[in-house]
Structure formats: C-alpha cells, structure tokens
C-alpha cells in the first residue's frame, strides 16, 4: 500500500515535471529547431496589434514580428492574450517574444527583460472638446475625476502630476477612458497620446480633444519582453531593430501604422 | 516555479487586499439584502393571477437569466449614461447584481412554493383557510426549508460575481489582484490571494447555509 503510494506520487511528480519541462524552451536556437517563433500580443491594441475586418492579426508589432519571423526563417504563431495573460504566457514558455505596447519599468524588469526601446510615445491629458480645462492645473483638483488604464505608465504619470484629482482605473484598452470620459463617469482622461489619436476615430467626430501640452519629464519608451534567460533572442531582437533601422523597413513601418491613419482603409 | 512564490509581496501588499476584501464584503451584504427583496417582490408578482404585474415579472425574469452579467454591467455602466442616467460606479455594480441576483432568487422562492403538494393547499381551502392564512400557515413554512440552501449558494455565486465589478474601476478584491499584477508582474501570488480570500468568504457562507439548514430542518419536526 505504501509502495503504491510513493510510486504513484513519484509518477505524478515526474508527469509535472515532464510538462514543465516541455514548456521551458524558447532561447533562439530552440525557435530555429522547433521552426516556430511564438509572439504574445494583446489583443485589440490598434494600431500595435489588433484583429482586422478579414479576421487576420494586423498591425505595427505585428509586422515586426512577421519580419523577425522571416529572417529567423521559421512560422510566426501569433497568441492572443489579455493584457493580464501576457507575463504568465512568456513565463510559462507559451510565447518567446512579448509584444505588446508596454513601458519597460524597473519594477517590471525584475520579472522579464526588455529589448531596447522600439519608439516612444508620450502621455497626455485629453478631455471632452466641451469642457473648460486647458493647463494640468485646471485638472489637478479634488472635484476633477481622471480616467486612466489600470498599471499602464498613464497611472502612474497621473498620480504623480495630478495629486489632487480623483483617480480612477479601468481595464481593458485606451478604448475603455474614452468611453468612459463620454458617458459622463470621468471629467478627463491621461493616456499616451498615440492610443488616444487612434481611437478617436471610432468615436464621434470632435468629440474628444487633447490638452496642448504633454505630461511626463520627456518621452515614454515601449519596448519588447523576452525572458531573462533568452539573453540571445534579447540580442537577436535588438539587432533586427537596428537592421531594419538601417534599411529603411522601420520607418516604412511607423509611417504607416503610427504617424498616419491610412491604414484604416485596408484593414 | 513554487520556489519562485513571493510571500513577502503578498505581505507587502495586504493592506490593499483587506480593503478589497473589505469592499466585496460591503458590496455583497448590500446587493444580497437587495435582491432578496427584489427576488420577494418579482416572485409574488411572477405567481399573482393580474395580468399587469405578472408579464412584466416574467419579462424581467427572463431577461435578466438570458444575458450574462457582464453585458448587464456594461450596460448599466456605459449603456444607460447615453439615455441620460448616469449612476456612479459602486451603485451600478450594486444595482446590477441586485437585478441579477434577483431574477434567480425569484425562480428559487416560486420553486420552493410549487414544492408545496398542491393536496394541502386543499385541505387548507376544506378547513376554511383564506389566501393570506393558507400562505402563512401551510405554505411558506414549508418552502423556506426549501428555499434556504439554493438562496445561500445564490449568495456565494454572487459574491464571486461581484468580481466582475473590477471592470467598471471598482476598488474591490480581485482589482486588488489585478493591481499587484500590473504593477509586479506576479499573477501567482496576487490570484492565490485574491482566491484565498474568496474562499474565506465562501466557507463562512457555506457555514451559514449548513447551520441554518440544521435549524430548519429541526423546526420542520415539530
């Protein structure tokens, strides 16, 4: 009886090990074997990464992975997660690249690494087109509520600009503020500016306008997420960026999906 | 991966769990009590014979079981400001698992009173009984032993609803969770906390049902 015991707790113990085991690749020489590179994304993050009218994965980050992919010469599998699932999916080895519009913190670093920053954004304050506010003071008042998305550098740049307004978090995307700020529950809402020009336009026309000057000491960096221990993807990342820097693929990248909006049309 | 689990972290963010713990708390005793009324009252218009105030029960009953709760908070949330009502973000989440709740505890009371053999309500008309004496007497004694254990598993189901709440930036335990997550990356331990208190809550209710199912089952005998 006690024999069975030990064995099938044995069993057990070397069953989690074995999948544990199965999960925990992801270093570059295991993505060129397996013939697969695994990207984490959030999904519904335009213009980063979003699904479009066809049903196909589309975006900045997206294009940079498919690139990384082809140069890598293997399939880009593209896994759509929450923002929550992204950690645990590059944790778990589900996913190699996280690739989402994240701003690398110290406080994040000490969990996964991040590649060097790919652009920067910058956060603002944006409120009704109706409302009075114009400077951050006229916002920075106990009976003013701001919107913002909960852990996102938006949080935190509110909290130490606007000390006296009341703060309120939601999840979701920057779609989430905006509808939010329109339903009357917040008076004005602190994101980067970039999530905010691209979901302008699924909402009424001159419904929402921007605050004339930005937040924040200089610019928001958003950068790629590998694990600690995948230092030579880390280094393959920050080679391709510098790669694609030099022969003009990055800059055809961010005109397109960043600086304009024509890619509303196509997708 | 379990030597990875940070317990300090969990210490180190425990006042901000107790005061999510705090708020679910708050916000379950309240909507509970509500839709306990609301599932009283949508129950006896679902079983009265008018017209008028049975449709409208029936309506509300099936609306509400035939949408999740998570559209009914958005839509409470973002939907109604557009028609002109704009309710803060704890009483809509308190509204809306009133409503919701309600709907269920409604069918659970109308269950518990066609539990009733439909013989003794005849042998309550035979020895001259009215309406009110016939409920009063024969009836609602019996379905509240009945109606108790599913009304307290609804409680418990709500109390876990109420974690949908983090959605509309309600400061309750699972946002607590969330908030450890952004901020360090540490969905382990921020979940294994928020479930450990979830379970707390869970296992004093369950408590609660098995004692007041003892108590009603002894009142039954006599």
Redesign the interface.
Known sequence: MKLKKCLSAFFALSLVMFF?GIGFAGTLTDIVNRGELRVAVQSGAAPYAFVDKNGDHAGSMIDFAKGMAEEMGVKLVILDFD??GL??ALLSGKADILAADMTPTL??A???SFTDPWIYVQPCIFTKTGASFQTLEDVNKPEVTV?VL??STGENIAKQYLPKATI?????GGRMIV??L????VDAGVNDDLAVLTVLPDFPPNSIRLLDKRLGQGKDSLAFGVRHESVNLWQWINLYFETIRENGTYDKNIDYWLKGVDWKKDH | MLADFNLRVILEYLPLFLAGLRSTFFISIVSIGLAIATGILACACRISGIRLIKYPAIAYIEIIRSTPLLVQIYFLYFGLPTLGIRVPEIQTGILALMLNSGAYIAEIIRAGINSVEPGQIEAGVSSGLNYVQRMRFIILPQALGVTVPPLLGQAIVLVKDSALLSLISVAELTRAGQTLTSDRFMPSEAFFTVAFFYMCIYFCLKALADWSQRKLIFREAY
């Open positions: 544990t923002w929550d950690i645990p406080k994040r000490l969990k996964i919107g909960l852990g309120k978090s939601y999840k979701g509808q939010a329109i339903a009357g529950h």
